[in-house]
């Protein structure tokens, strides 16, 4: 009687510390969840404001229209690329952020093309695309910084003993995070 006392007092202790572990890990999922969502805030940000840029730049200098193009239609594809938060998977960040990069490249090659065209330039709405281009783009890195390290946080509780039994019976599976795009930790080359 006494062993199915202590057995029962024992259960119901585990129970108890496995209930606050599994709190926890719902509480990390739904900030990771909420985290993504504010990367994806960020990309549609930046996918709104393409149209006016190209339109801008279109006006003046209808002879780059493959650049304009190619922006537009890295933006197509970008936006055609969404990945669902209850599947944050390091193949699924992977293949946003492989769609993220082609556009963040086109948009690049686009501001370098109009340095060939001082009267653009000098356009006021250009100007303040291109400042505001750049807030988006800073904006989107404090996005996915935030939501690496939320990420971590997530990881660290799924995978720590004894967390990760829990983890494990309740289908909470480790997140992806953004990686470094390839060639990134050279500086890159400016030409005048």
Same mark, same amino acid.
């Given at each position: 009687?006494?062993?199915?006392?202590?057995?029962?007092?024992?259960?119901?202790?585990?129970?108890?510390?496995?209930?606050?572990?599994?709190?926890?890990?719902?509480?990390?999922?739904?900030?990771?969840?909420?985290?993504?969502?504010?990367?994806?805030?960020?990309?549609?940000?930046?996918?709104?404001?393409?149209?006016?840029?190209?339109?801008?730049?279109?006006?003046?200098?209808?002879?780059?229209?493959?650049?304009?193009?190619?922006?537009?239609?890295?933006?197509?594809?970008?936006?055609?690329?969404?990945?669902?938060?209850?599947?944050?998977?390091?193949? +699924?960040?992977? #293949?946003? !952020?492989?769609? *993220?990069?082609? %556009?963040?490249?086109?948009?690049? $090659?686009?501001? =370098?093309?109009?340095?060939?065209?001082?009267?653009?330039? +000098?356009?006021? #709405?250009? !100007?303040?695309? *291109?400042?505001? %281009?750049?807030?988006?783009?800073? $904006?989107?890195? =404090?996005?996915?910084?935030?939501?690496?390290?939320?990420?971590?946080?997530? #990881?660290?509780?799924?995978?720590?003993?004894?967390?990760?039994?829990?983890?494990?019976?309740?289908?909470?599976?480790?997140?992806?995070?953004?990686?470094?795009?390839?060639?990134?930790?050279?500086?890159?080359?400016?030409?005048?």
């Amino acid at each position: 009687m006494k062993r199915l006392v202590i057995a029962i007092v024992g259960l119901f202790t585990a129970l108890s510390f496995s209930s606050c572990g599994y709190n926890t890990m719902v509480s990390k999922d739904e900030n990771v969840k909420g985290k993504w969502a504010q990367v994806e805030n960020a990309y549609q940000r930046r996918a709104d404001l393409i149209p006016n840029l190209v339109a801008t730049v279109k006006g003046a200098a209808e002879h780059e229209e493959g650049t304009l193009t190619a922006v537009v239609e890295a933006r197509a594809k970008a936006t055609s690329v969404t990945v669902d938060p209850s599947n944050l998977s390091e193949e +699924a960040i992977a #293949n946003y !952020q492989q769609t *993220q990069d082609a %556009l963040s490249q086109s948009i690049g $090659r686009l501001l =370098v093309s109009v340095e060939a065209y001082p009267d653009l330039k +000098a356009n006021s #709405n250009f !100007q303040e695309l *291109q400042v505001q %281009l750049e807030g988006t783009e800073n $904006r989107i890195s =404090v996005e996915r910084r935030s939501y690496n390290e939320a990420v971590q946080d997530y #990881n660290t509780t799924v995978r720590s003993f004894p967390n990760n039994m829990m983890a494990g019976i309740f289908g909470f599976k480790p997140k992806g995070t953004f990686q470094a795009a390839e060639g990134s930790d050279k500086a890159p080359t400016v030409e005048f």
